[in-house]
């Protein structure tokens, strides 16, 4: 048997991390021995383990310490990082180290370094210039940068969850609809002012529902006052959003009667088309064409917005950025100085989003649907708070929470 010993630390039992730790060891053909186990006496204080990973191959340990460090777990004889050049354009090293969207740091010339731009599923670059480690997507490798490989000298911190059990009690799922709301939304307050405090943005990510539900207005006040920093969405939210302005609808529905209105099937083609001959939503302000709306407020209020395009885009609008690539890369632009996310009736950009960001910064995700909210959480966005609820009733009692806050 091959084996290593590694070092756990932090809220290990509350957070179960030395549970799981143990359980991916066995599922995956190793044993393990806990050579020496410290547990905190009270919730405030660390816990500690040293377990000996075994394996029937290097090769078999290796995988079993990669996954383990995952959760947390590290190399109780930690080496400096291993770096590869890269040989071909878009294409990582063999054998690169794959992100997570937790806080990483790499060992470096015997010092532990913070990995910068933290976010999943992308690789570390090294800078020789800056002498830093930089988190690049793939499609930013050129051939000669350099980029970590393995998993020796690489040290995740895991985002840690106290689980608080008070034995068999009801209403114990993380999401359902039959749990309050009123609190829910209290604490979706705290998180937005939290951020404002601390001088950071709050973005939202808005579906087209929150235009179809009626929600508009609410959002407005929302940009107006000054708790909506970023917008992230789709052709669809800004061209229902920009229907209604123009023709009272969306999706050919009226927002005040309920009523079809005639040919009403025709106004978000008439709307786009009408922007594009402007040239850009922010000249179809100026011109006085749009004057009320989510769009209309965030150029106003010099709001900036990021519009990405989806293959079943109509138009789309001038704004929208049709390349995916381009889109996520203007998306990682506005994301420094993030603080809080609001995610309403939109699960790709949702995803999308939570995938760009690190797990530190927490996110409150809303739609009718469970599943939706559910997924951000099986996508690695495990900070998501959900709330099942429509989009106006959700913007609705988040603006007056925030009015009443004290």
């Known amino acids: 048997m091959i084996y290593e010993t590694v070092f756990l630390k932090g809220h290990i039992i509350d957070s179960l991390t030395l549970p799981k730790v143990l359980d991916q060891i066995l599922s995956l053909g190793g044993k393990f021995n806990i050579a020496e186990i410290d547990i905190g006496s009270t919730r405030s204080d660390l816990s500690s383990a040293v377990i000996t990973v075994e394996a029937q191959s290097q090769e078999a340990l290796e995988v079993i310490i990669g996954k383990v460090k995952i959760l947390g777990a590290e190399p109780q004889f930690v080496e400096d990082v291993k770096l590869e050049r890269v040989l071909f354009d878009g294409v990582f090293p063999d054998d690169f180290y794959s992100t997570t969207n937790m806080k990483t740091l790499v060992m470096y010339h015997g010092k532990w370094q913070s990995v910068v731009g933290q976010e999943m599923d992308v690789g570390v670059r090294y800078d020789p210039l800056k002498k830093e480690f930089i988190s690049t997507p793939m499609n930013d490798v050129t051939i000669g940068d350099l980029f970590v490989v393995g998993h020796k000298g690489v040290r995740v911190v895991p985002y840690e969850k106290a689980c608080v059990s008070h034995g068999f009690r009801f209403m114990s799922s993380s999401v359902s609809t039959e749990k309050p709301t009123g609190r829910l939304i209290l604490e979706s307050v705290r998180q937005l002012v939290a951020a404002k405090d601390a001088g950071l943005k709050n973005l939202f990510v808005l579906g087209p529902a929150v235009i179809h539900g009626g929600a508009s207005g609410a959002v407005v ?21 920009i229907e209604s302005s123009l023709f009272g609808t969306s999706l050919g529905v009226s927002l005040t009667g309920g009523n079809y209105a005639e040919h009403g099937n025709e106004h978000h ?8 001959k402007a040239g850009s939503i922010s000249s179809a302000v100026e011109s006085g064409l749009i004057s009320s709306g989510i769009m209309y407020s965030c150029i106003k209020n010099n709001v900036p917005f990021v519009l990405a395009g989806s293959i079943r885009d109509d138009g789309p609008l001038p704004d929208v950025i049709t390349d995916v690539i381009d889109a996520q890369n203007v998306m990682r632009q506005h994301l420094n100085g993030v603080g809080a996310v609001v995610v309403v009736g939109t699960l790709l950009h949702g995803i999308a989003v939570g995938n760009l960001l690190p797990a530190s910064i927490p996110m409150i995700c809303v739609d009718t649907n469970p599943a939706s909210v559910t997924k951000f959480s099986d996508r690695g966005s495990f900070q998501c708070m959900g709330i099942i609820m429509d989009a106006a009733s959700f913007f609705y009692d988040l603006v007056k929470s925030l009015n009443e806050r004290i």
């Open 221 to 241: 006040s929302l940009v107006e006052d000054g708790w909506i920093d970023l917008l992230f969405a789709g052709n669809a939210l800004a061209t229902h959003d």
């Open 269 to 276: 083609l008439r709307a786009i088309n009408l922007v594009r």
